[in-house]
């Protein structure tokens, strides 16, 4: 799976963004979907993840309330809308494929087999 993520840039805090990552190569559906991130110095970390249908979501506690994963399987592409946000969102976010029938936790980057390039997301105050 190819994954393109895009939608990232300079946002005031309290403001908005909407991520998007297109998926292309494999059968999308097959797949449950990921966003991490990572700030400068920190390791990368969990946001947000999606089942391959979309039925479940799943939020680190520190974006639950602000951001929402949703997926168009139809479009092959999976969104992060992100609002309210704050200094500390700044960081790359990348969307990540983990097999449909794949072990592992949502939570966790080893539980992905494929990567996005990355899109920079920096808020200021």
């Known amino acids: 799976v190819q994954l393109q993520a895009c939608g990232g840039g300079l946002v005031q805090a309290g403001g908005s963004l909407r991520l998007s990552c297109a998926a292309s190569?494999?059968?999308?559906?097959?797949?449950?979907m990921g966003w991490f991130r990572q700030a400068p110095g920190n390791e990368r970390e969990f946001v947000a993840a999606i089942s391959w249908s979309g039925a479940s979501t799943y939020y680190a506690d520190s974006v639950k309330g602000r951001f929402t994963i949703s997926r168009d399987n139809a479009k092959n592409t999976v969104y992060l809308q992100m609002n309210s946000l704050k200094p500390d969102d700044t960081a790359v976010y990348y969307c990540?494929?983990?097999?449909?029938?794949?072990?592992?936790?949502?939570?966790?980057?080893?539980?992905?087999?494929?990567w996005g390039q990355g899109t920079l997301v920096t808020v200021s105050s």
């Open positions: 990540a494929a983990k097999p449909r029938y794949g072990s592992g936790s949502y939570y966790y980057t080893n539980s992905y087999d494929y």
């Open positions: 190569g494999r059968t999308f559906s097959n797949y449950g």
